[in-house]
């Protein structure tokens, strides 16, 4: 069983910008495609970004321009670049693949207020 581990969340003004990171356990990081996922208080999980195998991403509207999501399959580490943080963006962010096939971890808390 793959064990992701978050990091990177805080506390951010709107307009900031956080780096998240996802470390993955095993080797079949490389061999998968990945996604970020966040949970907004009262609200489902949803699907923020996504990443290919060869690096081809896709986003969620609402994130499209200010995300970045990227991969680094040596170090097993998955990340998502966040630039320009609204208030919305306020959630706990996961990843894992896009079947959701890992065990979730704990995520990471961003907080976008001023």
């Known amino acids: 069983q793959v064990h992701v581990v978050e990091s990177g969340g805080g506390l951010v003004q709107p307009g900031g910008s956080l780096r998240l990171s996802c470390a993955a356990s095993?080797?079949?990081?490389?061999?998968?495609?990945m996604a970020w996922y966040r949970q907004a208080p009262g609200n489902q999980r949803e699907l923020a970004a996504s990443?290919?195998?060869?690096?081809?991403?896709n986003y969620v509207d609402s994130v499209k321009g200010r995300f970045t999501i990227s991969r680094d399959n040596a170090k097993n580490t998955l990340y998502l670049q966040m630039n320009n943080l609204k208030p919305e963006d306020t959630a706990v962010y996961y990843c894992?693949?896009?079947?959701?096939?890992?065990?979730w971890g704990q995520g990471t808390q961003v907080t976008v207020s001023s």
């Open positions: 095993g080797s079949i990081f490389s061999f998968v495609p």
């Open positions: 894992n693949t896009p079947n959701t096939n890992f065990r």
């Open positions: 990443i290919t195998i060869g690096g081809r991403s």
